[in-house]
């Protein structure tokens, strides 16, 4: 066990040494070609921890979405555009983005499909699921291609959420009052759900693909398995688990990327951390990790890092970023953005966080996951008993402290 841990640490550390090396060491006023398949923006960077913010849109940005494969960022705006950014250029100078117009309306969320080559969008005036595609030109460049017909008109309030299972066989799609939808791909619905809420305030497909979930006015989440057959075919939406413990209404909650971890944020001035990996059919129950005080307000956004180290809560236009083992607060950045922060994710990697709210995409260095993972490794280092493995372990502390070292003085120009 000692030795995959070990491993682990070093791909992701040596990822994070390479990164920093390209970020600091690049010459200022590098300029890239434009091509037809791109725009490019500039940017000036932010606070130390940031890198540089993403400048696209004319309009306020309203939703996030990485891709399931790490390489893209969708980003929707009341500017009748959805963007499409490479995760690779996150250090960059300059960025390019292919664009995606959307006629006659606006899009207030877009989730990618799991192969990462179309994605879905709920549209603020046509209270609807539109798909787009990708499409490959004559000319070699490549657009995106709205789908011949949008999905009906079903909900009779505004939307909370959209998104799609991670196997492709549902999307879902939940309003504010107590309903969420279950759709096939084509656009018929599968299964409504009643959550009993009262309101909603958030819902979401888990990673894994298997589970719906939602919170609202009453101080739990409910959480549903959308079954489906062994031959494909959808069976029902059954009642799984609920996370019981706040004493107050949930404004958000989000997934790690196992699934096995759940964080809650609530109006009763907390965020709990979860452990979801239960036998649920066996009436085993999930369990509470921890319950940290916080600043939270209606609106507030949490994000939980795929390795489940690092909590980001934000609270109008602030961040806070939190240790998850040991509830301490690593950052509180405020002003972040202008306006209240309309979404928060982290990359698939664990390496940033980004963030909307007013017309610029925010990029954070994930230094709290950076310093976390270093302890784990001083810890594994105490119980080493391989001199072998004490030595490897001691190299890479050090690079990784170089590195997060290097992040933490860069200039901001």
């Given at each position: ?172 799609s939940a309003s504010t009052d107590t309903t969420i ?27 894994c693909g298997r589970f719906v979930a939602s919170c ?107 240790d998850t083992a040991s509830g301490q607060l690593e ?83």
């Open positions: 066990m000692e030795v995959a841990a070990l491993l682990v640490l070093t791909v992701l550390l040596g990822a994070l040494i390479v990164l920093v090396a390209l970020a600091v060491g690049r010459r200022k006023g590098e300029l890239r070609e434009e091509t037809d398949l791109a725009e490019e923006f500039t940017f000036s960077p932010f606070f130390v921890y940031f890198c540089p913010c993403f400048q696209a849109h004319s309009g306020n940005v309203t939703c996030l979405d990485f891709s399931s494969n790490g390489k893209y960022l969708a980003s929707c705006a009341d500017d009748r555009t959805v963007r499409i950014w490479s995760t690779k250029d996150f250090l960059e100078r300059e960025h390019k983005c292919l664009r995606a117009n959307v006629e006659l309306d606006h899009a207030t969320l877009v989730r990618f499909s799991p192969d990462s080559r179309a994605f879905i969008t709920w549209l603020a005036n046509g209270d609807t699921i539109r798909i787009f595609k990708m499409i490959k030109k004559d000319d070699g460049t490549f657009g995106f291609k709205a789908a011949a017909e949008d999905f009906p008109q079903k909900h009779k309030a505004p939307i909370l959420n959209i998104g799609i299972a991670e196997t492709g066989k549902f999307i879902m939808h279950i759709w096939d791909l084509k656009g018929e619905v599968l299964a409504s759900i009643n959550t009993n809420q009262i309101t909603n305030s958030y819902a979401a497909i888990s990673p609202g006015f009453t101080p739990d989440v409910k959480v549903w398995e959308v079954c489906f057959g062994k031959g494909g075919e959808f069976k029902e939406v059954a009642r799984a688990f609920d996370l019981k413990g706040h004493s107050a209404g949930v404004h958000a909650f989000a997934f790690s990327n196992d699934s096995h971890r759940m964080v809650t944020v609530s109006k009763d001035g907390t965020w709990k951390l979860w452990n979801t990996n239960v036998e649920y059919k066996k009436q085993q129950d999930p369990y509470l990790l921890k319950t940290v005080p916080c600043a939270s307000s209606e609106g507030s956004r949490v994000a939980l890092s795929p390795d489940g180290r690092v909590v980001a809560v934000s609270d109008g236009c602030n961040v806070a970023m939190y950052e509180e950045l405020h002003g972040v953005h202008s306006e209240e922060i309309t979404d928060v994710k982290f990359d698939i990697n664990g390496r940033f966080l980004v963030s909307s709210g007013d017309k610029a995409i925010r990029v954070l260095h994930n230094a709290p996951g950076y310093r976390a993972a270093i302890r784990d490794m001083q810890d594994m280092l105490k119980k080493a008993q391989n001199e072998a493995m004490k030595q490897r372990l001691q190299q890479q502390i050090g690079e990784a402290q170089s590195a997060l070292d290097t992040v933490l003085a860069a200039p901001v120009d």
